[in-house]
C-alpha cells in the first residue's frame, strides 16, 4: 500500500505533466465586475470570452433588484427548496421561465449542471434507453452517467447516425434524444428539426440543453426551440440562469409536460438535497427576464455583433467556423499557434481562450471569441486589429489562408 506522500507525490507529477503538455489552466483574478472592459492578471484588458451574452451580468437594473431582494428576502434560505426553501419569489421565477420558455412548467436547480446531473436518473429507469449527441456538456454526461437507462450516442449532428441509434434503441420502454441546442465548442446549432423528425418516427421524447441560447437565440429570446419551429414538439429543456440571463448562478428544467417537472420536484436529487437558489439571484434573475422582454434590441446587437466580427475576421483572411452565433471559433490548424496567438492576443489587450486537443479534435485548435451585447464597433475592430497584429508577429508561423 502507498502513503499519503506516495500519493500527493503522483499528484504533483500529473500536475507537472499537464504543465508541460500546455494543459495546465489558470485562473485569471479580475478587480471588478464581469464587463467588456476588465482589468485581470494586472493587465487592461478587453474581454472576448465571457457568457454574458446579453451584457447583464453588471446591469443596473438588475444590481438595484437584487439589493433590494436582500432587504426584502435576506442573504441566504439555508433550506433546499421542499423544507424551507421557497420564498414566493422563487415560484415566480419559476412562472416567468415557464411564460418565457412558452412551456407549461419549470423547476429551478442550483445550476444548470445540477439540472442536467438530476433529471435522467429521476425520469428513467434501466427499461429505458438515452440517447446523446457525441459533443453534449459534461453535465449531461454525467447526468446520463448516474441513470441506469441504456446509453447510446450519435456523431454530433449527424442524423443518419442518430436513426441508426433510435432503431438499436427500439426495444427500450422508453426512448430520449438528448442534445445541447448550440455546441460551445463550435457555435452550430443542433439540427432540431430534423431530429424532431426522427424522435416523431421512433416514439422518442427530445431533451435540449439549451444554456448557450436561452435569452438572445429565437426571436423572443426563447432559444433553439424558437429558432426552429419547434417550440411544441420539444419535451425537456434545461438551461442555465449563469449565461445570458444576468449570469449569476441557478438552472431550470422546463417541460411541456407538468408531470415531468411534479416528478423533477418529488425525485430529482439536487433539487431536494442541495440549496435553493439565493434570494438575490432570483429577483435578479426576474429582473434579467423583464428586461430580455422589454429590450429585444439586445439580442439583436448580439447578433449583430456576431455578424460584425465575423465579416471582419473573413476580409482578413481568418478561417472561422461558418454560423452566426455569438461563439465565434478562430481555427489553427497547430495546437501550439493556437496557444500563441491567445499569448499575443493577451499582450495587445485582447482577453480570449486558446482550446487545443483533447478538449477540441487534434488538428481542431482554435481560438473562441464570444461576442455580446456591450460590445462596442470599436471595440469589435480593435479585437481584429489585434488579431492581424499578433498574426503578423507570429509570422511566418501562423499562415491562416
Ligand atoms: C454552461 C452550461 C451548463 C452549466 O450551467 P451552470 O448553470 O453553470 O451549471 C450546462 N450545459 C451547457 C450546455 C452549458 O453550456
Redesign the pocket.
Known amino acids: 500500500m502507498s502513503s499519503v506522500s506516495d500519493f500527493t507525490e503522483g499528484l504533483k507529477a500529473k500536475l507537472t505533466a499537464l504543465e508541460s503538455a500546455g494543459l495546465l489552466k489558470r485562473e485569471r483574478p479580475m478587480t471588478g465586475a464581469q464587463a467588456v472592459d476588465i482589468n485581470a492578471s494586472g493587465k487592461d484588458l478587453l474581454n472576448f470570452c465571457s ?1 454574458n451574452y446579453l451584457g447583464l451580468a453588471n446591469n443596473s437594473q438588475i444590481i438595484s433588484a437584487a439589493k433590494n431582494a436582500l432587504d426584502t428576502y435576506g442573504f441566504g434560505m439555508a433550506s433546499v427548496r421542499f423544507i424551507a426553501g421557497t420564498q414566493s419569489q422563487h415560484i415566480v421565477l419559476e412562472e416567468k421561465l415557464t411564460h418565457f420558455l412558452k412551456t407549461k412548467a419549470t423547476i429551478l ?1 442550483p ?6 446531473g438530476g433529471v435522467f436518473e429521476a425520469l428513467l429507469d434501466e427499461n429505458d434507453a438515452i440517447i446523446s449527441d457525441s459533443l ?5 454526461i454525467d447526468g446520463v452517467r448516474l441513470c441506469k437507462a441504456k446509453r447510446f450516442r450519435y456523431n454530433n449532428r449527424d442524423l443518419a447516425d442518430l436513426e441508426l441509434q433510435l432503431i438499436a434503441a427500439k426495444d427500450a420502454k422508453n426512448i430520449l434524444i438528448v442534445t ?3 455546441f ?1 465548442m463550435d457555435g452550430y446549432f443542433a439540427p432540431l428539426e430534423g431530429i424532431c423528425d426522427l424522435a416523431d418516427k421512433y416514439g422518442a421524447l427530445v431533451m435540449v ?4 441560447a436561452t435569452g438572445f437565440i429565437g426571436k423572443t429570446g426563447a432559444g433553439t426551440p424558437e429558432l426552429f419551429g419547434v417550440q411544441d414538439r420539444i419535451d425537456i429543456l ?6 445570458a440571463l444576468g449570469g449569476a ?3 431550470y428544467i422546463s417541460s411541456r409536460h407538468p408531470a415531468i417537472v411534479d416528478m423533477l420536484r418529488q425525485k430529482a436529487r439536487p433539487y431536494l438535497f442541495s440549496n435553493s437558489v439565493p434570494p438575490m439571484v432570483v429577483a435578479g434573475t426576474i429582473a434579467a427576464l423583464d428586461l430580455i422582454a422589454a429590450n429585444p434590441e439586445l439580442a439583436k446587437k448580439t447578433m449583430e455583433n456576431a455578424a460584425l466580427f465575423r465579416k471582419l475576421m473573413v476580409d482578413n483572411g481568418f478561417d472561422l467556423l461558418p454560423g452566426e452565433h455569438a461563439i465565434v471559433p478562430v481555427m489553427f490548424s497547430d495546437e501550439h499557434v493556437a496557444v500563441s496567438m491567445a499569448k499575443a492576443l493577451f499582450d495587445r489587450g485582447i482577453y480570449a481562450v486558446a482550446f487545443s486537443y483533447p478538449v477540441v479534435p487534434m488538428g481542431k485548435a482554435r481560438i473562441r471569441i464570444q461576442l455580446n451585447a456591450s460590445h462596442t464597433p470599436e471595440e469589435i475592430k480593435a479585437c481584429v486589429k489585434a488579431f492581424v497584429d499578433a498574426r503578423e508577429s507570429l509570422s511566418p508561423v501562423v499562415s491562416t489562408q
Open positions: 457568457n436547480f445550476s444548470c449542471f445540477d439540472a442536467n453534449n456538456h459534461a453535465s449531461i445541447d441546442g448550440v460551445s440543453d439549451d444554456s448557450h434545461s438551461g442555465t440562469l449563469g449565461k448562478s441557478g438552472g
